[in-house]
C-alpha cells in the first residue's frame, strides 16, 4: 500500500494503516536517513525500530517476528521490538522510534528515542 | 500469592530443577531451599579436579549465595532437614527451623556406602562424595605418605589419581579382577590398570579387605589372608546408596530408593523427589546427565505445563583421569543373544568393543581413542540398525572430509589458539574461557555464548568434545529425545504425529493444541511448523508466510547487504541462447553488479533490491524461466552430465533424464535442501555419488544412489539399487523424496537422516516393498499438483505486494513523498 505521509507540529508521521501490515510481519519506512521497520505483533501491537541489526547490519524488518521481538535473518540475533536491545547473551541495540495509533492509522516520529547510538 | 515450594538438598539435581523452573515460570513459586552442606551449590563431578590440584574449589561453584539472592530463593545452608510433617505440610530441620510447603522437593542425592568391618570409624578414613571429604584428603597428603583406595571403580579410581597427584604413595584395592568392571569388558580394563600403573599408581586386585587397623588413626590395612598394607589415609569408594532416610521416616514409599512415578511424583502426589535418591521404573542412576533429564520434568509439572514425562535413560561414562581416554555405555557384557565387533591395536593402545544384537548397537567400550564415542552413543539410543555399516563401522564416523577445520579432531590436544568454529572465528581458549567464568554445560549454551557452532554445525563434534573435555564427566551428554526448541518440551517425530492424528493444518492450530509455551514460538520451531503442515496437508494445509525464513517468503536469497540474488532454473543444467539473452539483457537493464555460474549448473544474479524483483522476473519468466528455488528448503537442482547423446562412453540419455527429474521434484517443499544429478557412464561428470539422489547410468540401465552430500561433512552416497527404465527411475525418485519428506526432521538433510534411520529400512521401505513404494510415489505426485505454481510468476503478477514494497517514504525535514 503507497501511502501519502501527512505531517503534524509534532512531527508524527502517517505512515498507512494498521492493516498495510501483515501480523507478525514488518514493513519498511524509507527515510534519507535510512530505513526504519514498523512491526506488527500477534496482537497487533505496533513498534518502529531502526532496520539495522547490532550484529552486522542485516535488515531486521526481513526476520521472523515473535512475541515482542524479531530474529535478525542474517544471523538470527534476536532484537527486543519495544527496547531494541538484542536477548542476551548478544549485546547491542538497534535505536526505537515513536509510534501512535488512532483507530487503524499508524503515525510514526522519524526522531529517534535516546539511549542507544545506532540511529 | 504465589504457592510454596520447599527443596530438600541443596546439590545438583535440586537446583537443577529448580533452574529449570525459573526458565519456564518464575513467579509459580516462593522457594525455599534446605542444604546440609555449608555453601551455595557446586558441581560434584568436579571434585575430582579439584583433589588432583586442576581446579580450585571457586571454580567448580555453579551457584554462589547471590544467585540465590538475585534469584528470591531463600537459603539455609548447613541445615539438614530431620522431619516431614505430611499432614501440616511442614519440614522441620535439625536446629529447629520449619518451613510450609504446597509442594515439597526431595534432592538428596546419596549417601557412600561404608563396609562396615572393624575400623572404619578411625580417623583417617574417609569417603568421597563432598566438598569436606575432598579437604580432609588433601589434608591428609599434607602430613602423610601412604594412602589405600578401597574400590576399583569410577570414583575409587579418580581419588587413587587425585591422591597421587597431591604426592601420596597409593594402593587401590580392589575386590574383584578387573576395575571397573561395571563399565568395561576385561580388555579394555586391563589396558586401564596397565597405563595408571605406568603413571605410579599400585594395585590388589582380587583383594579382599578384613580390617583396619590403628590406635589414634589408621595405620594398616589387613586382608582376609592376613596381609597387611602400611596406611594413613583410607579412602572407601565401594558404592553409593540412595539417600532415603527421611523418605522412609516419612512414610514415603521407598524400595532401593524413593519410587516415583514417571512425572516424578513420589506416592505422595504433592511430594516430588529427583536425583539420586530416586528410583525410577526400578532403577537408580548414579550420574548427571539422567539427573538433568528428570529436573526437566519435575519443573514442567511444577509449573503445571503438564506435558514430558520422564522415561528412564540409557547412561554412559568417562573417567575424569587427564590424559587417559575411556569409554563406555550401554550393556557391553552381552549375552547368548549378542555379537561382539571388536577393533584392537595394542601397540597404539587403541580399543574399541561394540555389542550388538539384531544389527542394534547394545553397548559400547572404547579406550585410547573416544571420538566416536558419542557417535555410537547416538547410534545406541536411536537404535539404529547398522547391518549397512558394519564393515566399517569400528573405524568411526570417518571425521574426514568435516570442512573447516583441517585435519584438528582431538582437542585436548589443542591450542588455545587453534580455530573451532571456521564460521564466526571462535578458538579453543574462547570456548573454554567461557565454559569456565560463565558456568556453561550445555551445547545451547555454549552457542549462545561464543556463537560456536551456531552456523553452519560443522564443528558441533568439536564443541561438545571441548565441553566435555573442559566440565568433564557427562556434562554435555545431550537428552535423548529433544525437544524441537524451547518453546516446547515436544520432540520433532512427536509434532509431526500430532500434525497427522489430530489433523492440525495451520501452524497456530499446532501451538494451540502442543500448548507451546512461548506466545507465538521462535524463529527456530515455526518454520519447522510450517513445513511439517504443508508436508502433512498439501491441500487444505495453511501455508504461513510469517513462519518462513525471508528467502523463503520473497523466493529469493538474502545477501550480507540485505539484496537479494536471482537464480532461474536450468532444467537439467541446460539452456538455450534465448535464454541467456534474456538473463544477458535483465544484468544490463537491472545493473546486476555480479553474474556467477553456480555450483548448481545455474547462472545467478546478485545485488538486487527486493523491490526490483518482481519486474525482474517477469521479463524472465516472458523468456520461459521460472523460479529456481536456490532459496528453499526444496528441491535445487538436478545436475547433468551431456550423456549418450555426446559423450563417446555414455550408456543412457543421462541430460534427458535429469530434465525429467527436475521436471518431477521442482517446487517441493523438503524438509532441507534436496539435490539430484544424473551421470551417463561410472566416470560420473555429474557427481551423482555425494547428492541426496544420484543416478549413474549403466549399460543395464541405472543404479540409484542416496544420502550423498558435498558440503559441510562430505559423505559419498550409499547404493540403494539398479533399475531398468527411466520410468522406474521417476518412480523411486518420487518415492525417495516422499519418505524423505514425511519422515526427516527439519534441517535434517538426507546424509544424517540416512544415517539415522539405517539405509536397511530405507531399502525396506522403497526398494523391497513395491507396493509401499507405489503409495509413497503416488503421494508425492499429489502433493506436487500444489506445488508446482511458479512461485516468481504469481508475484510477478502482484501476489504479496506489500513484501517488495516499503509502507511509506519519508523525506529529511519530514517532507511527505508517496512510496
Ligand atoms: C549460489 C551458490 C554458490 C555459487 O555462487 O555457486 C550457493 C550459495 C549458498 N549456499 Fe551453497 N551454494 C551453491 C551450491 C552449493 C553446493 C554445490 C552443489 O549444489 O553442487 C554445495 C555442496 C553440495 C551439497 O549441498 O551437498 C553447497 C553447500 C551449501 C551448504 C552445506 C550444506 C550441507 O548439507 O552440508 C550450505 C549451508 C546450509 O544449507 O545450511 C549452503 C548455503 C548456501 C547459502 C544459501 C547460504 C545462505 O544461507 O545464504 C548461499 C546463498 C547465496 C545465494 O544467495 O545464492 N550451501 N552449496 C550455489 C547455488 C547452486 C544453485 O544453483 O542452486
Ligand atoms: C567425586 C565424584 C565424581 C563424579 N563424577 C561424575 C561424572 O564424571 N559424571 C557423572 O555423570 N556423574 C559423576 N558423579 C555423580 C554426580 O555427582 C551425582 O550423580 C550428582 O551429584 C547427584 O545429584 P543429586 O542432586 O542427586 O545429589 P547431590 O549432588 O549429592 O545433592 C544432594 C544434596 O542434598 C544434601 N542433603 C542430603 N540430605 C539432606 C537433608 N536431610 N537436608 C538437607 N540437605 C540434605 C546433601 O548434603 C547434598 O548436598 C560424581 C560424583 C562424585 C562424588
Ligand atoms: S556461498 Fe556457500 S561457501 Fe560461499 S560463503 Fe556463502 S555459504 Fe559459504
Ligand atoms: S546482522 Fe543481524 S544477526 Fe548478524
Known sequence: ?119 | MAEKLVVIGNGMAGIRTIEELLKIDPQAFDITVFGAEPYGNYNRIMLSPVLTGEKSFTDIVTHDEQWYVDNAVTLYKGISVTEIDRVKRRVIAADGTTADYDRLLIATGSNPFVIPMPGHNLPGVVTFRDMHDVDSMIDAANKYKNAVVIGGGLLGLEAANGLMQQGMNVTVVHIMDTLMERQLDKVAANMLRSSLEERGLNFMMGAQTDAILGKERVENVRFADGTEIAADLVVMAVGIRPNMELALKSGIHCERGIVVSDTMQTFDPRIYAVGECVQHRGITYGLVAPLFEMAKVCANHLARYGIGRYVGSVTSTKLKVTGIDLFSAGDFTGNDQTEELIFQDASSGVYRKLVVQDNKIQGAVMYGDTIDGSWYFDLLRDGTDISDMRKNILFGQAHLGDSGHGENNRVAAMADSAEICGCNGVCKGDIVKAVVDKKLFTLEDVRAHTKASSSCGSCTGLVEALLAHTVGGDFSTAPHLKPLCGCTEHTHDEVRAAIVKQELKSVRDVMTFLEWKTPDGCSKCRPALNYYVVCAWPKEGMDDYQSRFINERVHANIQKDGTYSVIPRMWGGGTTPQELRAIADVAEEYNVKTVHVTGGQRIGLYGLKKEQLPAIWKKLNAAGMVSGHAYGKALRTVKTCVGKEWCRFGTQDSTQLGVEMEKLSWGSWTPHKFKMAASGCPRNCAEATIKDLGVVCVDSGYELHVGGNGGVKVRATDYLCNVKTEEEVLEYVAAFMQLYRKEAHYLERTAPWLERVGLTYVKEQIVENETNRKQLAAEFRESQQYMQDDPWAERAQGTDKHEFEPIAMVMVGNQAVPA
Open chain 1, 1 to 119: 500500500m503507497q501511502t501519502e505521509t501527512v505531517m503534524n507540529e509534532k512531527n508524527w508521521v502517517e505512515i498507512g494503516k494498521i492493516d498495510d501490515i501483515p501480523r507478525l510481519g514488518a514493513r519498511v519506512v524509507r527515510t534519507e536517513e535510512g530505513d526504519i521497520a514498523v512491526f506488527r505483533t500477534a496482537d497487533d501491537e505496533i513498534f518502529a525500530v531502526r532496520d539495522k541489526c547490532p550484529h552486522k547490519g542485516g535488515p531486521l524488518s526481513q526476520g521472523i517476528v515473535h512475541g515482542k521481538k524479531v530474529a535478525c535473518p542474517l544471523h538470527n540475533w534476536n532484537i527486543h521490538l519495544d527496547s531494541g536491545e538484542a536477548v542476551a547473551p548478544d549485546e547491542g541495540c538497534a535505536a526505537t522510534y515513536p509510534v501512535r495509533v488512532t483507530g487503524t492509522t499508524i503515525y510514526l516520529s522519524t526522531i529517534p528515542d535516546t539511549g542507544c547510538p545506532n540511529q
